[in-house]
């Protein structure tokens, strides 16, 4: 290994990125345009929020027009009133799922309507009828609050959206980008020169992870400023995490860049693993309740390993030790891609 | 005169076709050796397979008398017929990237006099013209001071001002002592830099020599050709054999003067005359039969 070649291929990968300014601007807006959108979108109360449709009412705001609603079921917290002119409206909303259930106000009163294949009309419907029991009439219950702080779902979803960015632009950064290389010549130049392709290779890998953590590292605070995240653990444990990550899954865009010649191919191919690592990685949702059988596949992808250890230590403060299991699959990902990324390697079309 | 390089019975094929047959030769050390052909004869597969870009099907190479090792790469410059370079960087940031490649290097600001790079140093590599492309990936084949320079086609589409000064450029790193191997389309362009060439065809070598060998061997007869009304009734009392080609007339000679003679004495009109000498051109017709960008 001769540092100074690997040195001079680092920093001419890095001038290209810092230089593209789209490209570079577009990985540090990203992440932060969808934060912003999922605090917008779920900071408020509307997250889980159950939709009713009211009927007659004169305004999408129907709180003057719900006096004949059963009062229990008006003050039902997470259920938003919509009004609707008439009963027409009302239903052909409801089918279309834009409300769970569908209430006349007035008489003949508790006249609903509900859609028999929806789960969350369903739950609505016995909320409705619920309000319509007098309380003495129900069982005695016991409510007990849990210890410690509430996590919001921005600060669930806050490490996945970094992730899911620092997926992409690992596995397009390295595996298309060298796909490109090889298509136009660059490879072939490079290969005419006393550099290796372990060198090449390792400094394309140096080059993504440190572009991927400093622009992370960059957007979380950026985001945590604007969005003031909630982290309990340390932010030397993420940072590390992170790393790990990123490394893992540039060294799985080193396999898809070690053959290719076609740059469509190539995205397909990025599609392909790309798109199910996101939704089976619980970047978005949980898979908790899911079938074994997908939250076994889910194991296979570095994301999983990457978000579950980030998540540990941003919402419930783990240690290291706490997420070596996470580290472990991390860095055994890590040296499978790269013995097959550099064994399958060519510089040639 | 110690041979630097040795190529003996190169084969490369790709799946079903046999690019390059059993190829065979050496260069001299500090030559400019040329190698010609028309298009697809195999010239570009056998050089990228001596500069080990492409790996032979079989065949052997040999560098200063042993096969090539990593400090093969060390020691050729390569200028690629064609080359896409690391984008968003400079025309300079780009020789000092590839300079430090390589364990020895030119220093920066000789090369870029050099090849008179001095004007768009700093522009981005994607953005200057042809001809200064074309010196720029000249420069980058001499960052590291070869001791072997590969120039593949190295002035396609210059213009004449262009060609004449890279021609120069050449010259100077000949003057140094240099081996370099050359493949051109342009005839001039070999007869001008070339001590010895060898001319490529269907993947085989089908003839080897310097210049003036091959044009001796294989440039066909002098001629002098005249109108056939020219000659009309004329042509049994002149002491040359005669050919008849359209409405022209060829008469072969060793001695062009000595026939210029002959035909003033015998006053006939020489205004439409045309001297047929032997150049490379036309060893490459003779050889191949074919135009040389066929």
Redesign the interface.
């Known amino acids: 290994m001769n540092f100074k070649r690997l040195w001079a291929i680092f920093r001419a990968r890095n001038h290209e990125f810092f230089r593209d300014r789209a490209a570079f601007g577009w990985n540090f807006v990203f992440p932060f345009l969808i934060v912003g959108g999922f605090v917008i979108v779920f900071g408020s109360d509307s997250r889980n929020q159950y939709k009713v449709g009211v009927f007659p009412a004169q305004a999408e705001t129907v709180i003057a027009d719900m006096a004949d609603i059963p009062q229990r079921f008006r003050e039902t917290q997470y259920l938003q009133f919509v009004g609707f002119e008439n009963q027409d409206e009302g239903l052909r909303r409801l089918n279309h799922h834009k409300v769970d259930f569908l209430v006349k106000a007035g008489s003949p009163r508790n006249e609903y309507w509900v859609s028999e294949t929806s789960p969350r009309g369903y739950i609505v419907e016995q909320l409705f009828k619920l309000s319509l029991v007098a309380p003495e009439q129900l069982t005695p219950t016991e409510r007990r609050k849990i210890q410690g702080v509430e996590i919001r779902y921005v600060d669930w979803l806050f490490p996945g959206i970094l992730a899911m960015n620092m997926m992409f632009s690992a596995l397009y950064g390295v595996g298309y980008t060298v796909v490109r290389y090889r298509k136009n010549g660059v490879l072939k130049r490079l290969k005419a020169t006393p550099l290796s392709a372990y060198e090449y290779l390792s400094a394309q890998m140096l080059s993504r992870i440190f572009l991927l953590m400093f622009t992370t590292v960059i957007v979380w605070f950026g985001c945590d400023l604007v969005f003031s995240f909630r982290t309990v653990g340390s932010y030397f444990n993420i940072f590390l995490i992170f790393f790990l990550g990123s490394l893992s899954l540039t060294s799985l865009g080193l396999i898809l860049a070690s053959r290719g010649t076609s740059e469509e191919f190539t995205s397909g191919i990025l599609n392909f693993i790309s798109w199910p690592m996101m939704f089976l990685s619980e970047v978005w949702f949980s898979l908790e309740g899911a079938p074994e059988w997908i939250r076994t596949i889910s194991k296979a992808f570095p994301l999983t390993h990457m978000l579950t250890a980030t998540r540990k230590v941003m919402n419930d403060g783990a240690s290291l030790a706490d997420v070596s299991t996470e580290m472990g699959a991390l860095l055994l990902m890590t040296t499978v891609c790269l013995v097959i990324g550099a064994s399958l390697f060519s510089w040639n079309r | 005169m110690t041979q630097l390089l040795e190529v003996i019975d190169l084969v490369k094929t790709y799946k079903t076709v046999e690019a390059v047959k059993g190829v065979s030769f050496s260069v001299a050390e500090g030559s400019c050796f040329g190698l010609l052909g028309p298009n697809g004869a195999g010239k570009t597969t056998t050089i990228e397979v001596i500069?080990?870009?492409?790996s032979p099907t079989s065949g052997t190479i040999l560098y200063k008398g042993k096969p090539r090792d990593?400090s093969f790469?060390?020691e050729?410059g390569?200028q690629?017929q064609?080359?896409?370079?690391?984008?968003?960087?400079s025309v300079r940031?780009t020789l000092?990237?590839?300079k430090?490649?390589?364990?020895e290097s030119a220093d920066l600001d000789s090369l870029i006099e050099r090849c008179h790079l001095e004007d768009f140093q700093h522009q981005y590599n994607d953005r200057i013209s042809g001809g200064q492309k074309q010196r720029f990936l000249l420069a980058l084949a001499l960052v590291?001071q070869p001791a072997l320079l590969f120039l593949d086609e190295p002035s396609t589409g210059l213009d004449p001002q262009a060609r004449q000064n890279l021609w120069q450029i050449v010259q100077q790193i000949k003057a140094e002592g240099k081996t370099i191997i050359l493949t051109t389309h342009y005839m001039e362009e070999a007869e001008y830099l070339c001590d010895e060439i060898a001319i490529m065809d269907d993947g085989r070598l089908i003839a080897q020599g310097t210049p003036e060998e091959l044009i001796r061997k294989h440039g066909g007869e002098k001629s002098i050709s005249l109108p056939g009304t020219v000659l009309e009734g004329k042509l049994e009392s002149l002491p040359f054999q005669a050919r008849h080609q359209q409405d022209r007339i060829e008469l072969l000679t060793d001695d062009v003067n000595s026939c210029i003679q002959t035909l003033i004495h015998k006053e006939i009109d020489l205004g439409d005359l045309n001297v047929n000498v032997q150049n490379l051109e036309s060893v490459f017709l003779n050889l191949t039969g074919r135009q040389l960008r066929e």
Do not use: D, Q, R, W
């Open positions: 500069e080990n870009v492409i990593a790469s060390e050729v390569i690629f064609e080359t896409t370079l690391l984008a968003y960087m940031e000092k990237t590839f430090n490649l390589y364990e590291n």
